[in-house]
């Protein structure tokens, strides 16, 4: 189930997770992940081992990081999203067996199952990928409550930033706004022209409306193809990913992962971001983001269950179930389901509207008139039968001419 809505990196960009850090970074100053990297090493050659840092949890369970949020020495919390978080609201997930995006795309037609998403592919045949995105489209979905959890973070003024690998927007609908927000595999809130002596801009309206007119949705101005603001695979992720990670995970007191593989690159390497001392929360069907006791020395992988293990917590749990966990040990429980039950409220109201505004409008146009039934022509008057012409009168027989009379002999 926990994966990546993905449709994210190049296959260089997944062998190597630095690539992207070193293009986007121009100085040549060390990077605070190139730091973690070096104590690693050092701190492993020495014999110290990975759990040497500080032990910010009483336990490590998800009572101690309840009881660590509200020490008062939490304040700047740092949220990992994946598709986990949205498959309650009906929104499948990548890679599940049986369920996942990837295992259910036989009737595109595609020649393997992340050509949707290929960037290359996109531009040569773009019907199945705006077929995809039809059945997908934001504003068919309500926030779950793992969403409404983030945005309870935020209203407590405890939420540094929120991490995102979902193209959905339901963390918008949710209340997160732009600042609030690394949407690091894209979005479909904003389009653009593919062409790029071109790139103009479109809004989420024009796209909806093309998406579900069956439109390939082309630039007005060149009649390029536009393609929402996702990331495909073969392109660079946002430059605002990079510059917004190295300032907020060095700060960050507590990292909460959720709904994810932690398996698509750069972004599964986050976690390595984050200082030694900094508690790291997974709330996922599975435990992941671990790394084979050999290759810790890299740095960052989870470790949940070595002798070693000392800030790593795994809640083994849907996200709806884990965050309703967490949210009661803190207090907020029913504070967080009124929350959900309100908002939900709300965009059932409005969407009734909406339906309602519409259905006004097309009972408001005037139907057009039937066009008058053309009056039937009148029959044409009988031509009075020809009065019989008269029969000629018989022709008087001529007298019969007088017996000549007899001559004298």
């Known amino acids: ?30 990077t605070p992940g190139e730091m973690d990297f070096l104590r690693n090493l050092f701190s492993s050659a020495l014999g110290f081992g990975a759990g040497s840092g500080e032990k910010a949890l009483d336990e490590l369970a998800l009572d101690g990081v309840a009881k660590y949020i509200q020490s008062g020495k939490c304040k700047n919390i740092i949220c990992m999203a994946g598709a986990g978080i949205s498959t309650s609201a009906g929104i499948p997930d990548f890679r599940s067996p049986g369920t996942g995006l990837y295992a259910n795309l036989q009737k595109y037609s595609l020649p393997y199952p992340e050509a949707i998403f290929q960037i290359d592919y996109f531009k040569q045949h773009p019907e199945p990928f705006f077929a995809l995105a039809k059945e997908l489209y934001p504003g068919q979905f309500k926030p779950t409550i793992c969403h409404y959890f983030i945005k309870l973070l935020k209203d407590k003024g405890l939420l540094r930033r929120c991490y995102t690998q979902n193209i959905d927007t339901l963390e918008r609908v949710a209340g997160l706004e732009g600042e609030d927000l690394i949407e690091a595999h894209g979005t479909f809130y904003t389009s653009h022209c593919v062409s790029f002596c071109c790139r103009r ?3 989420l309206d024009w796209m909806k ?13 060149c009649q390029s193809l536009v393609k929402p603001d996702i990331v495909f695979f073969g392109e660079n992720l946002p430059v605002r990913f990079f510059t917004s990670m190295k300032m907020d995970f060095p700060r960050c007191d507590l990292l909460i992962v959720m709904g994810t593989s932690l398996k698509v690159q750069p972004f599964a390497s986050l976690v390595s971001k984050v200082s030694r001392n900094c508690p790291r929360l997974l709330i996922n069907m599975e435990k992941t983001g671990q790394v084979e006791p050999m290759l810790g020395v890299f740095g960052g992988g989870m470790d949940f269950d070595s002798d070693k293990a000392y800030r790593d917590v795994a809640h083994i749990s849907s996200c709806d179930d884990g965050c309703l966990a967490l949210a009661d040990l803190l207090g907020w429980k029913s504070e967080l389901e009124e929350l959900v039950k309100k908002e939900h409220a ?5 969407d009734q509207k909406k339906k309602q505004s519409e259905n006004d409008g097309a009972e408001a146009s005037p139907k057009p008139e039937a066009s008058p039934k053309p009056e039937a022509s009148p029959k044409p008057e009988a031509s009075p039968k020809p009065e019989a012409s008269p029969k000629p009168e018989a022709s008087p027989k001529p007298e019969a001419s007088p017996k000549p009379e007899a001559r004298d002999g």
């Open 201 to 203: 801009e479109y809004n």
């Open 209 to 221: 409306e093309k998406i579900f007119s069956d439109d390939i949705p082309r630039c007005e101005k």
């Open 346 to 350: 709300r965009i059932d109201s409005e």
């Open 1 to 30: 189930m926990s994966d990546a809505q993905e449709p994210v990196r190049s296959k260089e960009e997944e062998e190597d997770p630095s690539q992207e850090d070193s293009e986007d970074d121009s100085s040549e100053e060390e």
